[in-house]
């Protein structure tokens, strides 16, 4: 204890010396630190941040310090978080290579590939992208057909992805490909390879909010060198599922956030509905609403940390993710269709005169929600995954 | 699962096998087909004081092990696990809170040593009406010569038929709706002008109306100070919500394993129920809806540990989301036996009847949103 004490402290000052005075204000969309190769740094020190944090590999606090990572203990990481959030640092790398990739690469990748790439996830350098769904592969991951065929010396990768997020600002992307026709999960493999690797092509998707994080990502004849094959060929479905778990877990420690910029939902009710004479939300069926939603935010919030909890014990990843992602989406929907519904008409505009950048931002905000219970597994996909791997219900036969 | 100590790993372990053991589902059928009133069996009753349960919140000073709420929570639930019917609590919980947070030394040292010992059953008297409403006491109390006099009734109190000691909420100034003007006074089961009314519920537990005709009470009756009442009731009330909660969390996930385990081996078409998408979906958000539920229970309990200010709000949504979940996971409990959990010699019905109980006794669901929008400021 006395070892995590002096941890505190040698990370508190160095926090203080270290953070950019510049990043104490909050962070708009647009400064959102997601590195790469083709980053745009409005601010300089957001990548300031960035390089500070990562020189000490507090990118990745817990991976281990010959890859780049902090070697935190969980502990460690724990404190490091809590004097991050005292000071309200901005992130200083949001990353899917650290989120999603570099933990499946610990587990599975070579050595060599560890050194390749870990490090400089750790940095920002490389942004990565995610090849999962394709247009015949939404739910059912597994029935994905881009082919994949081994060349001698090389892989050739023929197909298309789709709902791939920032495939037209990531540098390289981790994918699902098809080695094997004649099986399904055991016919998959997972590669990594450039996104400037002549034949592939990324085009951005208009979503109903008017925004585009997705894209669809063709490939055609796409020449893969053989050692960028991670695990075993035909062996990509377990390292494919233990990344979706990632993702889940991410999503659900950060929530979907909705754009409230500080602002508690029942502050934006009361300022477009009123309050009676004894200072309730003057809507006393929309205040119930809100208040039963604030509650299972609360529980949300609770479940989330008792989670963590049980993941720093020593219990591992539980399968518990899987009801958090489907909790988390459903939570987020709900408040995003209550701020609109407080906010009334005003909360429908879409641009131009007469409508708030916030009231703007809910509009889009709302509408970018519906989305929640679809990426990253359907809800109804992650019902299934919760009836099969929790409660050990069969499938139907 | 809250990461438990060694002491409290044991607490829970020690009540799953008593529970099992001496107190299945079976035993609280029986108490009820016996018609007996007193809504719980003595003789596990002394048991459970034997193993010190009594005493679980009680301070070292006073006989008890003080393991704190969350100990007892873990208690609680497994008992809500099989609906056993005891005083535990009534007693062990809200009575002794009320002493810890109100009591002087002399009352402190008079009764929690009894809790403790498991030698006294005690309640707290509180509502006057069917729904949960601690402000609206109009029960009053009279400086007199001798002491203090009370007039009025309560409703519906938990134990309050068996009751040695009786925690009661007294009016002293003011209005009904008013929180100030509260006193709280400790009244003996035995005294003098108390008529009690065992009632007959559908959960077949042992709650009395109580009516106090010139019940006159020493000035050492009193708990804390007079028109002091509101901030101990609230307090205590808190933590009764807590624990029951904790039960609740108990009643409703042995509901959900029993379903479970129904939807495994129950064939229809050939096949396990089980394996149809329509109730594997129903039975993962049940499961989902148990998780949320454990997280506000436990942290409702660590924060009356800790002393922590979020206490009362936690409180409301822990009780809250445990009568949702409890709601739930009993009405699906009938819904997915289908024709068998509408008979009485099926358990469904006992969890059901008490769940609707449990959910109303301290205030229900909407009673809390109302309460935690109010501690949020909207």
Not at chain 1, 198 to 225: N, Q
Not at chain 2, 157 to 175: F, H
Not at chain 2, 224 to 233: D, F, K, Q, S, T
Request: charged content about 25%; some cysteine; proline content about 3%.
């Amino acid at each position: 204890m006395a070892d995590l004490e002096a941890f505190r402290n040698e990370a508190r000052s160095w926090l203080e010396a270290n953070y950019p005075p510049s990043l104490k204000t909050p962070m708009t969309e647009d400064e959102a630190p997601w590195g790469g190769r083709k980053a745009v740094y409005k601010n300089p020190d957001i990548k300031l941040w960035m390089d500070r944090m990562a020189s000490r590999g507090w990118t990745a606090p817990t991976w281990p310090k010959e890859y780049g990572g902090g070697g935190l203990t969980g502990e460690e990481a724990k404190v490091l978080e809590q004097e991050l959030r005292r000071i309200k640092a901005r992130p200083a790398l949001m990353s899917f290579g650290v989120w999603m990739l570099g933990p499946v690469l610990l587990e599975y990748a070579n050595e060599a590939q560890k050194k390749e790439y870990l490090p400089k996830i750790v940095r920002g350098e490389i942004r990565w992208c995610q090849g999962y769904s394709e247009p015949g592969a939404g739910s059912d991951l597994a029935g994905l057909q881009t082919k994949c065929e081994d060349k001698g010396d090389h892989y050739l990768i023929n197909g298309q992805k789709i709902w791939t997020s920032y495939a037209d600002q990531a540098d390289w992307i981790f994918c699902l490909v098809r080695t094997d026709t004649s099986k399904k999960h055991e016919g998959i493999s997972f590669v990594l390879f450039d996104m400037t690797t002549p034949g592939v092509e990324a085009r951005p998707i208009k979503l109903i909010s008017g925004s585009s994080p997705f894209c669809e990502t063709f490939f055609t004849d796409v020449k893969v060198p053989k050692a960028q094959l991670v695990g075993a060929l035909n062996k990509g479905w377990d390292i494919a599922k233990r990344l979706l778990q990632y993702e889940r877990q991410n999503i659900s420690a950060g929530g979907f956030g909705g754009t409230g910029g500080g602002l508690e939902i029942e502050d934006i009710a009361k300022k477009y509905v009123g309050t009676d004479a004894d200072g309730r939300l003057a809507d006393h069926d929309l205040r119930a609403r809100l208040a039963a939603h604030r509650m299972e935010a609360k529980a949300f919030a609770l479940t989330v940390r008792r989670v963590e909890q049980e993941l720093r014990a020593g219990k591992g990843l539980s399968p518990a993710t899987s009801i958090i992602k489907y909790a988390a989406a459903k939570l987020n929907q709900d408040r995003s269709e209550l701020v609109v519904e407080a906010i009334g008409l005003q909360g429908l505009g879409w641009s131009g005169e007469g409508f708030s950048p916030r009231e703007i931002g809910e509009t889009r905000a709302w509408l970018r929600s519906k989305g929640n219970s679809i990426e990253g597994g359907t809800s109804e996909v992650n019902l299934n995954v919760v009836a099969k791997r929790v409660l050990g219900l069969l499938d139907h036969q | 699962m809250a990461i438990l100590t060694e002491e409290q790993t044991m607490l829970r372990d020690a009540a799953r096998d008593w529970v099992q053991a001496r107190s299945p589902v079976g035993a609280f059928r029986k108490l009820r087909d016996s018609g007996d009133g007193a809504g719980y069996d003595p003789a596990l009753w002394r048991e459970m004081g034997e193993m010190g349960w009594t005493g679980v919140i009680v301070p070292e000073a006073h006989g008890g092990s003080e393991f704190g709420y969350l100990g007892l929570g873990l208690v609680l639930e497994e008992t809500g696990r099989t609906l056993t019917a005891s005083p535990l609590l009534s007693t062990a919980l809200t009575a002794a809170s009320a002493l810890l947070i109100g009591g002087s030394e002399a009352q402190k040292e008079e009764w929690l040593s009894q809790i403790a010992a498991g030698a006294i059953v005690a309640a707290l008297a509180v509502d006057e009406h069917a729904h949960h409403a601690p402000e609206k006491t109009a029960l009053t109390a009279v400086k007199s010569g001798r002491g203090w006099t009370l007039n009025g009734g309560k409703a519906f109190v938990p134990e309050g038929g068996a009751a040695d000691l009786i925690v009661v909420a007294a009016r002293t100034a003011g209005q009904p709706g008013d929180a100030d003007g509260l006193t709280l006074f400790l009244v003996q089961g035995d005294a003098d002008g108390l008529t009690r009314t065992a009632l007959k519920t559908a959960d077949s537990r042992g709650y009395a109306n109580l009516t106090f005709k010139d019940v006159t009470v020493a000035e050492t009756a009193v708990l804390g100070e007079a028109g002091g009442g509101w901030p101990i009731l609230e307090e205590t009330l808190d933590r009764a919500r807590a624990g029951l909660a904790a039960e609740m969390l108990g009643t409703a996930a042995q509901a959900f394993d029993v379903t479970l385990d129904y939807l495994k081996t129950r064939t229809q078409f050939g096949q396990a129920i089980g394996t149809f998408q329509a109730l594997q979906h129903r039975a993962a958000k049940l499961y989902t809806e148990l998780e949320l539920t454990r997280s506000c229970v436990e942290a409702a309990l660590e924060a009356i540990d800790n002393g922590s200010a979020d206490a009362g709000a936690l409180a409301s949504l822990a009780k809250a989301k445990a009568g949702e979940t409890l709601h739930l996971a009993s009405n699906e409990m009938v819904q997915m036996h289908g024709g068998v959990g509408m008979t009485d010699a099926h358990d469904a019905g006992l969890y059901l009847k008490r769940a609707r109980a449990a959910e109303a006794i301290y205030g229900g669901a909407s009673y809390h949103r109302d309460r935690y929008a109010r501690l949020l400021g909207f």
